[in-house]
């Protein structure tokens, strides 16, 4: 940390925890060096000119600011009483402005200066550690053109099957692409280090991802955090609690998705990775274990994992026996397959029970009872969704008159949770009503229904096959879509 040619960004500071990190490391190390009272200048020329801090939101920004500067206090590093020096954190759009491009003005002098300033360490300044903790919001919006640029980099696949589902499009992603573009292809060698959102570790839908870093970079070591909520029920093998790593006695929850910390070296003379070096960290003794082994050497720390082809190129161990992959696939033997049905609105159109279904959706048809009569009875029922004008799709069904007898059938809301549906025709009532499947449901006529992200991502729930004779939704509790394989 301490070379005076190392750059190292933090993409995404938020208030600049990790950067005053970096400074306290910075200033030890010099001490260990013997550089004794030069270490507050070294500190400071770090501080300001090559440690930055890249945050969107104005609030952390200036907290950002406030803990460096007080951090470099400490150090023996304070920042002049004048006001002409500033710690490098930038208010700025980190996924954004890394090639030099016109810009449309900003309504502030300061912020046309701030941008200007970011502009010049993105563009001019050589990187060579990039390290943070990335935004993960599975729903990112619209990007705007560079950012969705920055994850269609990892749709593309040379030899890895294609990426499935939607997890490209979360942000930590684009952060990931980004810091990746600057040290491989910029400066050409250098180290990203990101804590995230585990899923891209074996993710179906960052196979394009992982065939990437093994191209990139020469080596690649994933500290698994674990303290999924989804995955193992923040349990460790044994069944004891396992927090996530950002729990804290204030918050003992911590965040819902399990995390890594994946460390990926980018030599100046490359070549590519074959394997990676991977451990797991369980229990509440996690955030412990990491402290006690920072300066252990990896080959002691991690043990070595071999992407397998065929399952995607996951970056985490996985248990296949010999033989596995001459297994016919699901979709070889049932060429056939559709998607659950989505309502978006289960409150209204799903019930256990026959009666009161039919008792709401004969109201809903009621052209006596005025929308908003319906919203208040039945809020979800008139509720717009980015694909259905509530009230515009009401007035349609009611010109048309309803309800359709055939229209209430039974339902696989999840396996084993058999209920009744509404099933509609026309308009976007239903979010999904794959019109297509529909036909394809009648007595006699089975169907699989397979959860294919399961197999390779839980160690509980081996897979999930269900058959069942009726129509299905997708498995939202899995947060991805499950495909239904027809049987004959
Ligand atoms: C998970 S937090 C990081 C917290 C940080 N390590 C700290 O010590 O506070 C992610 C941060 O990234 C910021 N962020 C999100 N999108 C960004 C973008 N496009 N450019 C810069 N920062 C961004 C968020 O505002 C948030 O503060």
Sequence with gaps: MAPTDVQRPDPCCGTGAYLAQVLRRIATNLEREGQGALTGARVKQAATKRVFGFEIMP???????????????????????????????????????????????????????????????????????????????????????????????????KRVRPPEGRGLNDLYVRFFRMAERRIVEKTGCGVVCFISNYSWLDGLSYTGMRERYLEAFDAIRVDCLNGDKYKTGKTTPDGSPDPSIFSTPEDPVGIQVGTAIATMIRKSDHTSASEIGFRHLWGQSKPYTLTKTAHALPLTLYDPVEPELGLGLPFAPTAVSPGWFAWPELPELFPARFHGVLTNRDAFLVDTDLDRLRSRIASYFDDSVSHDGIARRYPNAMKDTARCNARAARDILLARGGPSETGFVRFTYRPFDNRWLYWEADTKLLDEKRADYRPHVFEGNLWLSAAQHLAARSRRTPGLLHRTPRLASPDRARRQPVPRVAAR
């Design 59 to 157: 609030a952390p920004f200036v907290v950002a600011h406030l803990q460096v500067g007080l951090t470099m206090r400490a150090l023996g590093a304070p920042l002049t009483e004048e006001g002409d020096e500033r710690a490098g954190i930038y208010l700025t759009n980190a996924l954004t402005g890394w090639e030099p491009h016109t810009t449309k003005p900003l309504p502030f002098p300061e912020l046309e200066d701030e941008r200007e300033r970011a502009a010049q360490v993105k563009q001019a300044t050589p990187i060579l550690v990039i390290l943070g903790n990335p935004p993960y919001n599975g729903f990112a919006g619209m990007a705007v053109h560079e950012e969705r640029e920055l994850s269609d980099a990892y749709r593309i696949t």
